[in-house]
């Protein structure tokens, strides 16, 4: 008897960013990489907002995933993303991730909630305490971490722009040694 061998891909839900607002946010990497910091910064290629990470899936989930983004979407329409201030994870103490922000008020923090609730259904655990953020740079040593520290309250308040969100994508991430490379499994209109 010869069993099915199911591939996995390496997925997630994420809204990407508008081109234009793309020469704002190397601006803020270029305010970083003054601090000659050990930082990794995302390529503008791949900067978008996460809505769900799924990691590994059997690729027959793409299915199932798909229904239930469809039945959650129904619900919304495009709205306005409005970018604006900067800040890190977990803390200013431990600089791990650096990010922007988004304006208070959006529907993505619905969004997000509504899909999870979905994915917990398909046995994805539910995200705990969801910041929507664009990570801009991956901190790799403590080196400079003053440096980073005083750029990071220089931009906390910095307004990068506003952009439409009228679609969000279900992603394959490829892990390469270059980095990861990110290739589009499904895209969802919102009306």
């Excluded at 922007?100 to 993505?108: Q, R, T, V």
């Amino acid at each position: 008897m010869k069993v099915k061998e199911t591939k996995t891909v390496r997925s997630f839900l994420a809204i990407e960013l508008k081109e234009d607002l793309v020469p704002k946010i190397l601006d803020v990497q270029k305010e970083f990489k003054k601090t000659n910091a050990n930082i990794k910064y995302v390529p503008s290629e791949n900067m978008h907002f996460t809505l769900k990470f799924f990691g590994n899936i059997d690729e027959d989930m793409i299915d199932d995933i798909s229904d239930s983004v469809e039945k959650v979407i129904k619900n919304y329409s495009s709205f306005d993303l409005n970018i604006k201030n900067c800040g890190c994870f977990p803390n200013k103490n431990v600089i791990k991730v650096l990010w922007l922000g988004l304006e208070e008020g959006s529907p993505i923090k619905s969004l997000q909630k509504d899909l999870d609730m979905e994915f917990k259904k398909l046995g994805f655990k539910k995200e705990r305490n969801f910041i929507s953020h664009l990570t801009i740079g991956r901190v790799k040593s403590p080196k400079n971490k003053k440096e980073i520290k005083s750029t990071i309250e220089e931009l906390e308040n910095i307004e990068i722009g506003q952009m439409i969100v009228y679609k969000i994508c279900l992603k394959k991430s490829t892990l390469t040694p270059q980095g990861p490379i990110y290739e589009d499994i499904k895209v969802f209109e919102l009306d």
